[in-house]
């Protein structure tokens, strides 16, 4: 089971992966140690209380997001929380995410913001983070990072891997452009729901996306 997110873990304890068991209220989740490290032998089974099941070892601290967007979202079975350098600094500069590639059209509906620092350490906190995700696929959180929630672990993998690639070439955009925003072609709605249809996340999940993150994950297991 891919733990760490490949291209999205900018510090060794920075990406985590999570998957319900379907149709019910728990989950999977790597235990505290780096997910870097982490492999099928690791994993916790935790419900949507916060209740450990089974497993041996602490979960790692920031579950609750996990655990209460289980619970808020029972179309969702993977939770992606992770800390992606271009995602933190687009958030720090007051930009909302645009759609300037083809993989981006997945978050042509916009991507809500929590903007309240700190980690998430309560179930009161999951239940914000789950609020402000509301029923999309991606909430960017202030200074912080980002948490993805879809159908499957995959597409919520591909879908965290996306948005990080997206923010750094807006970023890179940005930078090229001086930092006129109003320089960047960004996909109109249209474009990007045409793309999103195209490349989204569970499409990309099912094909060479997801071969090419797990492949990278192989090579580069502490998430670099
Ligand atoms: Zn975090």
């Known amino acids: 089971m891919l733990c760490a997110v490949p291209g999205v873990g900018a510090s060794p304890a920075a990406s985590r992966a999570s998957a319900r068991i379907p149709g019910t209220n728990t989950f999977y989740i790597s235990t505290r140690r780096s997910p870097g490290l982490a492999d ?51 958030t720090q500069i007051g930009e909302p995410h645009r759609v300037v590639h083809n993989q981006g059209g997945a978050f042509a509906g916009g991507i809500p913001e929590y903007d ?29 990072g980002i948490t993805t929630a879809l159908a ?16 750094d070439l807006q970023m890179r955009m940005l930078a090229a452009a001086g930092g006129d925003a109003k320089r960047i072609r960004a996909f109109t ?11 989204g996340p569970s499409v990309a999940a099912a094909g060479r996306a997801w071969e090419y993150y797990s492949a990278v994950a192989e090579i580069k297991p502490l998430g670099g």
């Open 40 to 90: 099928e032998n690791d994993l916790l089974v935790i419900d949507t209380d916060g209740k450990i099941l089974s497993g041996k070892g602490t979960p790692n601290s920031e579950f609750w997001i996990h655990a209460r967007i289980y619970a808020a979202r029972p179309e969702v079975n993977g939770v992606v929380h992770a800390h992606p350098l271009a995602c933190i600094a687009l």
């Open 152 to 167: 499957d672990v995959r597409a919520a993998t591909v879908s965290a891997c996306f948005l990080e690639e997206s923010a």
């Open 189 to 199: 709605r249209e474009e990007a729901e045409l793309t999103g249809g195209q490349t």
């Open 116 to 144: 309240r620092i700190g980690l998430i350490r309560s179930r009161e906190l999951g239940d914000l983070v789950a609020q402000r995700l509301g029923k999309g696929i991606a909430v960017m959180m202030r200074g912080h």
